[in-house]
């Protein structure tokens, strides 16, 4: 399984990026898929998920108002909307497939991770 996240890159706080995660291999169907960031020297942290159908979604308290979370089950890809970035946002950011359909914040639920896309908010 390769998940594929891209969309990354530099932007002035304030600023706005769109990540996406593409599924080639077709293994979000059914599944809840979701987001995560790591910081140099911190632990990977839950960013925001969202369930099977995409009728439910979840976000840290520190993104929340600030960021969405959605998916397109037709095209296998999930999505990760950024506003008003702030440079504590700045991190590895990681999309990830569950083992359940709900939505779910614990990475020990999931279980394929992709290679990341780096995102630095910064003047």
């Known amino acids: 399984v390769q998940l594929q996240a891209s969309g990354g890159g530099l932007v002035e706080p304030g600023g706005s990026l769109r990540l996406s995660c593409a599924d080639p291999?077709?293994?979000?169907?059914?599944?809840?898929v979701g987001w995560f960031r790591q910081s140099p020297g911190k632990e990977r942290e839950f960013v925001a998920a969202?369930?099977?159908?995409?009728?439910?979604?979840g976000y840290a308290d520190s993104v929340k108002g600030r960021f969405t979370i959605s998916r397109d089950n037709a095209e296998n890809t999930l999505y990760l909307q950024m506003n008003s970035l702030k440079p504590e946002d700045t991190a590895v950011y990681y999309c990830?497939?569950?083992?359940?359909?709900?939505?779910?914040?614990?990475?020990?639920?999931?279980?394929?991770w992709g290679r990341g896309t780096q995102v630095t908010v910064s003047s």
């Open positions: 990830a497939r569950s083992r359940l359909s709900t939505v779910v914040t614990g990475p020990q639920h999931y279980v394929y």
């Open positions: 291999g077709r293994t979000f169907s059914g599944y809840g």
């Open positions: 969202i369930n099977w159908s995409g009728s439910s979604t």
